[in-house]
């Protein structure tokens, strides 16, 4: 039988790696995800700290306007501008901002205008993943296939952070490689001698791909030349509020809808949380005030422009419609009362042990129908690899089994040889979990690995209790 750690250290070998001459459509701005700045903070009754905060800003027409006025003058107040010093408590002297959290773009833009005096893009990796970046100033850059092992080496020992930004100034494409530090730079360090003259779009596509953290930018600007620049920027804005590209149409993206997953939520049998997602065109942002109508459905995960994700607690008698908001879009979301005679999954807190694996922790309440003495009950774990996870590895889903002596593939017919336990007498209405899967955390996310649970009673009748734990 296949074990999965084996099968993980194969796949987690092969991180790095991109498919070999992909073409995407356009490069993903990071200005079309919400910033906020925060301009001063103050204690409530209770004593605890509080911010106030600007509106959510996307493009970067909105997000670094230097002559922004009335409410919007606080954002040349927080760039440092000091005839804009009344607006707000808090000032960078700069700007910039952090997508928090894993990103895994394949290729992406970062815009830097004219006035620009210190630039730098970096993320943050793990000290053993490989990442590698083709990077170009102005326009895409031309290599798309991945590094080889010795590629990867020679760029990990030639490139220098310090003067890197200077070939990109010059025009020359440059492959910028993670060189196990935590940080990675994804341009180079511009501390520049005199400002830039004229604004331009950074270009990135990941060619060893991987996720990485905290993927962002900072600036520093002459505030006289960057407001002249700003004012007269050519091209001009697109639709998006972004400068728009050289010899393109300033068509943005445009959000339509929203989707919830799952749209119909059954009390006591769903687990985990709905995740809500833009749809329209040119990859649009989801909007950053995202809220529901019903205290049962609670904000769990604000958005950060891709995905945000709700709770549900509490139960209903009768079948329930929610609404679920993200800016002037709105969703159903349908709660279902829990089946008096079903199975439930109760207090599902997973946790991590200190070697950074996956502890699943919960309780398994059953209907008093279940309950006899003589219902011998079998129970299984089961993680669900999907072939989206590694699409130039496998085509196909991958399932797998927890058991007493590790993970492992079902190669016998008998669904029992990949049982988690077998063959136990239930005592009280409530049973209680704690499985420490071996499994790490990091390469679950990273692979979106989804476990499942399920058991089988003597009436013979396996049920499915779903998902217990996937990525958030």
């Not at 903070?41 to 922004?68: C, E, H, M, W």
């Not at 943005?252 to 799952?262: E, Q």
């Not at 196909?396 to 029992?416: D, R, V």
Request: aromatic fraction near 10%; include cysteine; hydrophobic fraction near 35%.
């Amino acid at each position: 039988m296949k074990k999965i750690n084996k099968y993980l250290l194969k796949i987690s070998l092969a991180a790095g790696l991109t498919a070999t001459g992909l073409a995407h459509a356009e490069f993903l701005s990071l200005h079309q995800f919400p910033l906020v700045y925060n301009i001063g903070s103050s204690l409530d009754a209770s004593g605890q700290l509080v911010f106030r905060t600007t509106s959510p800003l996307i493009g970067f027409k909105d997000q670094y306007n230097p002559t922004a006025t009335g409410a919007g003058g606080v954002i040349p107040c927080v760039m440092g501008y000091p005839e804009f010093r009344d607006k707000c408590q808090t000032v960078d002297g700069g700007a910039g901002f952090i997508i928090n959290g894993y990103s895994s773009y394949p290729e992406f833009k970062i815009y830097i205008p004219a006035g620009t005096t210190f630039f730098g893009a970096s993320g943050y990796l793990p000290q053993s993943a490989e990442y590698a970046v083709a990077v170009k100033l102005g326009s895409p850059p031309t290599r798309t296939t991945a590094l080889t092992a010795e590629e990867y080496q020679t760029n990990k020992s030639t490139q220098n952070r310090f003067t890197d930004f200077n070939l990109l100034l010059a025009g020359q494409e440059k492959i910028f490689v993670h060189d196990g530090s935590g940080a990675i730079s994804l341009s180079g360090i511009a501390r520049l001698s005199s400002p830039l003259t004229t604004g331009k779009w950074l270009y990135i596509r990941a060619i060893n791909q991987a996720s990485v953290k905290n993927l962002g930018a900072i600036y520093e600007v002459n505030h006289d030349q960057y407001r002249t620049a700003y004012n007269a920027l050519t091209p001009s804005f697109g639709a998006d509020g972004d400068p728009v590209e050289e010899g393109t149409i300033p068509v943005g993206p445009t959000l339509t809808a929203i989707m919830l997953s799952p749209s119909t939520w059954k009390i006591g049998t769903n687990s985990g949380s709905i995740t809500v997602t833009p749809v329209g065109t040119n990859n649009p942002a989801l909007p950053a005030n995202c809220s529901s109508n019903s205290p049962l459905v609670t904000l769990s995960q604000p958005s950060d422009g891709q995905t945000a994700k709700f709770s549900v607690t509490g139960t209903v008698a009768t079948e329930t419609p929610v609404k679920i908001t993200c800016g002037d879009k709105e969703e159903t979301l349908t709660l279902q009362p829990a089946d008096p005679n079903a199975a439930q999954i109760l207090d599902n807190v997973p946790s991590a042990d200190t070697a950074g694996n996956l502890v699943i922790n919960f309780k398994l309440k059953r209907p008093d129908t279940e309950l006899v003495a003589t219902n011998k009950t079998n129970f299984w774990i089961a993680a669900l690899l999907p072939k989206t996870s590694f699409p130039y590895m496998n085509d196909e889903e991958e399932w797998f089994f927890f058991t007493p002596t590790g993970w492992m593939q079902q190669n016998s017919p008998n669904p029992l040889s990949v049982a988690y336990k077998i063959n136990q007498t239930p005592t009280t209405a409530e049973t209680s979990f704690r499985i420490p899967t071996g499994l790490p955390q990091a390469i679950a996310e990273y692979f979106n690995a989804e476990l499942y649970f399920g058991y089988m009673g003597a009436d013979g009748a396996f049920k499915n209790m779903g998902i217990i734990w996937k990525k958030n």
